[in-house]
């Protein structure tokens, strides 16, 4: 997945304003440069450049890699993305946080951390075309320009590529595992059915096999049937769980009270600020919330199959898991665009030319390969979503706000200043709080680290 490589994109020169002489090294290689075209006659157009429906004409090579290389989207498009990846098995785990934090604080703590990232969203959205003719397509591209090179790499290089690489490790574990309780669900007790199941190694390439297949779609637009699908299912699997842990009722030895009596003031402690890393880490676009406590592995889902499992109809519980792992498929690409849009880059810039369909296919197996390598290696990555995810948090709820006094650069000591300053330094506070807490919880329960075991 590595670093991210640094366009040259000399050769175009905005017919925008001129940036401030700061941050010219750092717009000269890091941004999309569009400009306006000053001539209608079709003829004159370049062959090597790409125009999108505004009338713009951009750098080659965006047009080269796949998440700008089709300007056809819409909002419909990006609404498709958006549910596809945030939606799904990270609603599954918001229960655990309420089990700690109880109805009444659980949804305030659910609706701050909704309009928190709603302010940083906006943010972004302002930041992202702020000099007319001058669009920054990457979030990384952002972070350098507001923060510097070396900085900005530091603060967001880390969390962009385990975001996105780091997700689909997640999506293998959990996919392969999904897939060896659909087997086991539809073969369990038929007197026809005679199939051993396969390994968890096995069941980590087949799902690896059927994504890397997904993934041949050139671009994130092509994908929007996918992250349509992707987006069915999330919600389909979760509006099921919760009907049938309704109709179905409470059973007689479980208490939906707090649970936490007997523990010491710092396990409370812990408790809640894990709790507020779930909530936190649920609106997270490319992050995701795995096995923290209650119970270890599974969240939600796997509690409703434990529990009801045994009196609800094979056709259920089939279905449930069915739909949770086309979600998975279909969330593994979104998450993996960034990544195979950096593999690319590397490759345009150092041949100054489109990849060839061969090429990018081989590029996507390699980052196939790699995933599942390291899912097998390390099938417990999921224990440590919490610890990690915590490291990366800030760059939804903290970095927006100091890009935006960098590049915005409002009165200091003003109220627009102070808000992001204060939401920016609460974001980092926060997120060191979150990791103190997922890693005293990991120190105390432990961790099985089974290398090269999965399951």
């Known amino acids: 997945m590595g670093e991210m490589v640094e366009p040259d994109y000399r050769q175009v020169m905005p017919l925008s304003p001129s940036p401030s002489p700061s941050n010219t090294k750092t717009l000269e290689g890091l941004m999309e440069v569009i400009t306006i075209k000053d001539s209608t006659d079709p003829s004159k157009e370049s062959t090597t450049k790409s125009t999108n429906l505004q009338g713009h004409q951009q750098n080659p090579q965006e047009a080269w890699l796949p998440i700008t290389e089709s300007r056809n989207g819409n909002s419909i498009f990006a609404m498709f993305h958006l549910l596809c990846s945030g939606i799904g098995f990270q609603a599954l785990f918001l229960p655990v946080a309420f089990a700690t934090l109880g109805w009444a604080w659980g949804i305030i703590c659910l609706s701050l ?5 709603l302010y940083t969203i906006f943010i972004l959205v302002q930041l992202h075309e702020l000099v007319p003719g001058i669009r920054y397509s990457r979030y990384l591209q952002l972070a350098i320009v507001s923060f510097g090179p070396k900085l900005g790499k530091l603060l967001a290089l880390f969390p962009v590529m385990y975001s996105s690489g780091g997700a689909c490790v997640i999506m293998i574990i959990n996919g392969g595992r999904t897939l060896d309780l659909l087997f086991k669900t539809i073969c369990d007790h038929e007197a026809t059915c005679h199939v051993q199941s396969l390994t968890g190694t096995e069941w980590f390439l087949v799902f690896t096999c059927v994504a890397i297949l997904v993934a041949q779609l050139p671009n994130l637009n092509s994908m929007v049937g996918v992250s349509l699908i992707g987006a069915i299912t999330a919600i389909g699997y979760c509006t099921l769980i919760l009907v049938l842990s309704i109709t179905k009722g409470r059973p007689i030895d479980i208490s939906y009270g707090q649970f936490d009596v007997a523990k010491s003031s710092m396990e409370k402690i812990s408790d809640i600020l894990n709790a507020f890393g779930i909530i936190a880490l649920a609106f997270r676009g490319h992050n995701l919330i795995l096995e923290i406590q209650v119970p270890f592995s599974g969240g939600l889902l796997s509690a409703f199959s434990q529990i009801h499992g045994a009196n609800t109809s094979k056709l259920i519980m089939g279905s449930i898991y069915l739909l949770v ?131």
């Open 113 to 117: 951390a909704f309009a928190w990232q």
């Open 325 to 455: 792992l086309v979600n998975y498929l279909c969330a593994f690409q979104v998450y993996a665009m960034p990544v195979f849009d950096n593999l690319e880059m590397r490759y345009t810039t150092k041949k100054k030319k489109p990849c060839p369909k061969w090429v990018r296919t081989c590029l996507r197996i390699f980052f196939g390969g790699v995933t599942f390598f390291v899912a097998v290696a390390v099938p417990f990555l999921g224990s440590l979503a919490l610890l990690i995810g915590g490291m990366v948090l800030p760059m939804t709820f903290a970095y927006p706000c100091f890009m935006w006094i960098a590049m915005k650069k409002p009165r200091p000591n003003g109220v627009v200043w102070s808000i992001n300053l204060g939401f920016g330094c609460l974001g980092i506070f926060f997120s060191v709080l979150i990791v103190i807490a997922a890693a005293r919880t990991i120190a105390d329960k432990g961790l099985n680290a089974n290398f090269f075991r999965p399951y």
